[in-house]
């Protein structure tokens, strides 16, 4: 083998190894804190439970939040029925929603499933976990390619302002120690413990 060739098979062999590498980091790419938060508006999967049958952003963050809607702070957190760590941190969102959806919290979670089968897993998922929050199915993931939604779960904040203030993606614990402490920090309630909130085996 000549040397033109060989060079011409380094050359190549290093560009698809970095057009593999960027493709990995766009996969992994999330929106940034200090962005404003895409706007959306869908329906409810579970409007009986939640109480609410469309979901708008726009209604609670902004100038144009609407009278009595107006939130301190907005969650946003991505799910799908395979993915199990989601389903561990579904119940501790609705014990934070719970607990300060009258301090100013408004919890939006999002499903990725996709297809209108879906819905029958979702709606086992709302009901096992009795979630009150409202819950959106994305099943287009129209909503998700706006979010740069990759791996799951995938949670944002988002302030008064629209702004995003927290992305994580996974779950662990300690996140959510985290993520207790900012809620509480950012609501301005009394500090307590993921554990005190929460119970020992969150």
């Given at each position: 083998?000549?040397?033109t060739?060989m060079a011409?098979?380094a050359?190549?062999?290093t560009a698809?190894?970095?057009?593999?590498?960027?493709?990995?980091?766009?996969a992994?790419e999330?929106?940034?804190?200090?962005t404003?938060?895409p706007?959306?508006?869908?329906k409810v999967?579970?409007g009986?439970?939640a109480?609410i049958?469309v979901v708008?952003l726009d209604?609670?963050i902004?100038e144009?939040?609407?009278?009595?809607?107006?939130?301190?702070?907005?969650l946003?957190?991505?799910f799908?029925t395979?993915?199990?760590p989601c389903?561990?941190e579904l119940?501790?969102?609705?014990?934070?929603h719970?607990?300060?959806?009258?301090k100013g919290?408004?919890?939006?979670v999002?499903?990725?499933d996709?297809?209108?089968?879906?819905a029958?897993?979702?709606?086992e998922?709302?009901?096992?976990h009795?979630?009150?929050?409202p819950?959106?199915?994305?099943?287009f993931q129209?909503?998700?390619?706006?979010?740069?939604?990759?791996k799951?779960?995938?949670?944002?904040l988002?302030d008064?302002?629209?702004?995003?203030?927290?992305?994580?993606?996974?779950?662990t614990?300690?996140?959510?120690e985290?993520l207790?402490?900012?809620?509480?920090k950012v609501?301005?309630v009394?500090a307590k413990?993921a554990?005190?909130?929460l119970?020992?085996?969150?």
């Amino acid at each position: 083998m000549n040397m033109t060739r060989m060079a011409a098979i380094a050359t190549a062999t290093t560009a698809l190894l970095w057009g593999a590498a960027a493709a990995a980091d766009e996969a992994s790419e999330t929106l940034k804190e200090g962005t404003t938060a895409p706007s959306f508006s869908m329906k409810v999967l579970n409007g009986k439970e939640a109480g609410i049958r469309v979901v708008s952003l726009d209604d609670h963050i902004g100038e144009t939040a609407k009278k009595g809607k107006k939130a301190k702070l907005v969650l946003v957190s991505f799910f799908a029925t395979y993915c199990e760590p989601c389903k561990k941190e579904l119940p501790v969102l609705e014990k934070l929603h719970k607990l300060y959806k009258d301090k100013g919290l408004r919890v939006f979670v999002v499903s990725i499933d996709k297809g209108a089968r879906q819905a029958g897993g979702i709606s086992e998922l709302v009901a096992k976990h009795k979630l009150t929050y409202p819950v959106i199915h994305d099943r287009f993931q129209i909503l998700a390619k706006r979010y740069l939604v990759g791996k799951l779960p995938y949670l944002l904040l988002i302030d008064p302002d629209g702004k995003i203030i927290l992305v994580n993606v996974g779950y662990t614990e300690k996140f959510t120690e985290e993520l207790v402490a900012k809620v509480q920090k950012v609501l301005g309630v009394p500090a307590k413990s993921a554990a005190q909130i929460l119970g020992k085996g969150h």
